[in-house]
């Protein structure tokens, strides 16, 4: 089961998520992840989308590791929905949004 988790903390993903936290942390917003006034709202999409797809792998390895069905299957809702949104963010990137 460690060796599972380790190899998650070591995917691209993760590793995605852990510098998006680390720069909330450093701006200041105390662990908490606050969009600025001057954040585009595709940016913004782009973020919290990929912020939904991390915990949505995150919810799916921890329910395929304690044979939880539910927490699975929550975990593919929400890495699916993640990836909706942050494909709605490149969209409104592309059109200026």
Known sequence: MSAEIAELAMSETFHDFNQIAFRAFKAGSRGRFQMTNTTTTSTHD?????????????KEKVGELTNNPNLQDEGTAEKFNGTVERKVGEVKKVFGS
């Open 46 to 58: 782009k973020v919290e989308g990929k912020v939904h797809e991390v915990k949505g792998a995150v």
